[in-house]
């Protein structure tokens, strides 16, 4: 208020109030002008061009082709291979999410609590974080290698198998294998996220749950997960997008296969692209990605918003 | 409220005090950002060619088309450079040679060149094979400055039926020149980079034939004697589960997984028993034939000799395999005998190759032949083609072959036998009969873009090949337990669409 008031003060406005908004509105431009610029050129330019490419059948290698209209699209829409496809982006992105949060959450719990080396611990559990994922990928092939990986020698040392299991070329293996190794590495991303909202809940708060009986349960329900509740559409939102979009991390482990079995979305585009060449079913099928993440955000903030009306 | 008073930013400057109200500021600001991203976008053209720093006067041309003037370039007494022309500026090019002994090669020869041609830069980039497609692919797509590449065969004839490489006859002219006729050059690796015009496509550098290696120890112990030249298929099944001893050492590897390494050996088998993917005319798909099947038959019995996790090898696991003896028989390039000399000598002796075995007659070896080509939108194609000649300089070419003794079989075929290149040490170290398998494995070649003598050169291979088509027709037996007949009748029909997109 004192500054409102010492704002109007007279003798300091030189132009006439519409004079000064349409200056204000030209600054206001001007000064988002090179934002509005970037944005046009390297988000909404490529994403443009890319769906303009979509309706053409481009060969890779030459870029030359003709325009199909939507015959990308409805080539792939009902195929077995966008089927196949999809059906392993999903297994891929929402069995990392549900592990992602479930030991990311339980990681920031115990990292909360006071005891001994607690800053150790809470670098370690970064530590997979921070190592490139090119060099995990080369980490944990050997760790599944199925003749000399030391997963196959603890499990065939401690009895669960008579002999080593192929983790990257079974058909049954290869996905889950690739999860652990996608949660192992992104778990402390929920941890980052978690973690110092966790250390802001006010200790009255349990106390005064635990004078009225609640148990420790019923303390996390009531007290920690509320406090949590506008952080996990943070991070469901951004784990799902990261893992559905991953190209990586299956293409350094599996490559997609054995037999498509991990061939993801993001991997079939590649596929599309530089194995068979055709620039414009890639752009299609790129197309059919953002739209199909769009729709589920969408879908997503309306629930996640609904939820935390009825919650206030 | 703005421009108000308190609003007001003071900035001292140069000893005087000088107000400068927020809108001025965030004027300026925005001005200045505007300002910096046009200076950034207009100040961004497309990259121009270095220009020579010191383009050569005729004197300095002179004294470095001599040897010992020049620095003695290694090359440099050949015809090519006897008649040397005035070229400057950058050449631009991709390789796959990124090993350390091929890299210094290159580095080598670059420099023996530039020191012919001093006005000349090189910017050589190497890739490793199993990143090359798609680098090189983005690389075109995106208009990055090329003048040359090197390539195997199954992208040159795409690219020229494309119209992006320029023909290369004069060049190819002038090699026949320097090394002393055309009889001296493979006439198969010609036939595959000469379009139906007569064009010549690329300028072909090598051919990297792949053996059958085997442990010939164990065989013996195992009461095997191998045939003392080619197998065939029957010999080789007893041979894997003769030796099959898991998990000491297993009868036979190779890759399964979804890579162009499990490609290998799969086409070596379908073609040296008579099988094709397409007619000679390349209007017929002729992949779901009996000769296909049996190739995919034998592999589904082999399968059963592999060591564990082989749907993840790829070339290195395989090569790694057979060196260190984890596998008693597979195929490989000649890369072996590096790799056993460097990293497990004590199985030189024990070690030796043959042909791809075959099924009921010997008919011909899979091997892709590599070549240079020259852009048509190059900016030095001059440069360029220069280089190409110099390649095939005695000197340079020998050293090239010895920087991975053994690896490739040369396209100017009395390189090969050269003493200098038979006196290295690696390959001495071998029987002289295994390197003769590497040279006889260059010879009646066939690939997937050419799949014999009579066939015409299939533009569509490259995609054939980069689909995987074939590998994926081997996991679904392999994997899916499909049925031969069931797979092969899948992998016609991909063929097919491929053939006719």
Known sequence: MALAVKLRRPGVVRFAPADLQTREKWLGFLIFLPVILVFLIFFAYPLAFGVELSFYKLDTLTLTGTFVGLDNFRRFLGSEDLRNALGNSLYWSLASLALNLLIGLGVALALNERFPGRNIARGLALSSYLIPLVVSAAIWQWMFNAQYGIINYLLVQIGVTATPVSWLSDPHAAMPAAIVLNVWRSFPFVVIVFLPRLQTIPEDLYSAAKVDGASAWDRFVDVTLPHLRSLFVVVILLRFIFDFNDFTTLALLTGGGPVHTTETLPLLVYRQMFGLFDTGAAAALAVLMLLFLLSLAVIYLHFASRGERVAE | ?501
Not at chain 2, 69 to 91: N, V
Not at chain 2, 400 to 419: F, H, I
């Open chain 2, 1 to 501: 409220m703005l421009g108000s008073e308190g609003d007001q930013l003071k900035m001292a400057r140069i000893g005087r005090e000088t107000t400068l109200s927020r809108r001025q500021l965030l004027s300026s600001l925005g001005a200045t950002g505007v300002g910096l991203l046009a200076s950034a976008c207009i100040s961004a053209p497309a990259s121009a060619p270095t220009a020579a720093p010191n383009p050569p006067t005729a004197g300095a041309a002179n004294s470095a088309s001599t040897p010992a003037a020049a620095g003695a370039p290694s090359g440099a007494s050949t015809p090519a450079a006897a008649a040397k022309p005035s070229i400057t500026g950058s050449i631009a090019y991709f390789d796959t040679d990124d090993d350390p002994a091929s890299s210094a090669w290159h580095d080598k020869f670059h420099a023996d060149f530039t020191a012919m041609y001093p006005g000349v830069q090189i910017e050589d980039t190497h890739i490793p094979s199993s990143d090359y497609q798609t680098k090189l692919t983005t690389a075109l797509a995106t208009g990055a400055h090329l003048d040359m590449l090197f390539w195997d065969t199954t992208n040159v004839p795409l690219l020229y039926e494309q119209g992006k490489l320029m023909p290369l006859n004069d060049v190819m002219e002038s090699i026949y020149a320097s090394v002393g006729g055309k009889d001296k050059v493979q006439a198969q690796a010609l036939g595959i980079y000469t379009a139906g015009n007569g064009d010549i496509q690329g300028i072909p550098f090598y051919c990297e034939p792949i053996a059958w290696w085997f442990r010939q120890d164990l065989l013996q112990a195992a009461g095997l004697t191998p045939p003392a030249d080619h197998w065939d298929w029957n010999f080789l099944l007893q041979a894997a589960k003769a030796t099959h001893k898991p998990p000491d050492v297993y009868g036979v590897g190779f890759p399964t997984g979804r890579n162009n390494g499990t490609q290998t050996p799969i086409m070596s088998f379908i073609l040296n028993n008579g099988g094709h993917l397409v007619s000679p005319d390349l209007k017929t798909v002729m992949f779901d034939s009996p000769e296909v099947r049996e190739a995919y038959s034998l592999l589904k019995e082999l399968a059963q000799y592999l060591p564990p996790g082989t749907g993840s090898w790829a070339n290195p696991q395989q090569v790694d395999a057979i060196t260190h003896g984890t596998i008693a028989n597979g195929h490989y390039f000649g890369r072996v005998f590096q790799n056993v000399s460097q990293q497990n000598p004590s199985i030189i002796g024990k070690l030796s190759n043959t042909l791809i075995p075959y099924n009921k007659q010997a008919t011909v070896n899979n091997a892709n032949w590599g070549a240079h080509c020259v852009f048509k939108s190059a900016q030095n194609p001059q440069g360029a083609k220069e280089l190409l000649k110099f390649m095939f300089s005695k000197n340079e070419y020998i050293a090239y072959l010895a920087s991975t003794p053994g690896l490739y079989a040369p396209v100017v075929t009395p390189y090969g036998s050269d003493p200098t290149y038979l006196a290295d040490p690696t390959l001495k170290a071998f029987d002289p009969k295994m390197i003769a398998n590497i040279t006889a494995g260059s010879v009646n070649t066939a690939n997937i873009v050419k799949e014999g003598a009579d066939w015409q050169v299939n533009a569509k291979g490259a995609t054939i090949s980069s689909s995987l088509v074939v590998v994926d027709v081997l996991q679904k037996i392999l994997v899916n337990n499909d049925s031969v007949e069931s797979a092969v009748t899948w992998g016609a029909q991909q063929i097919d669409a491929i053939m006719k997109a």
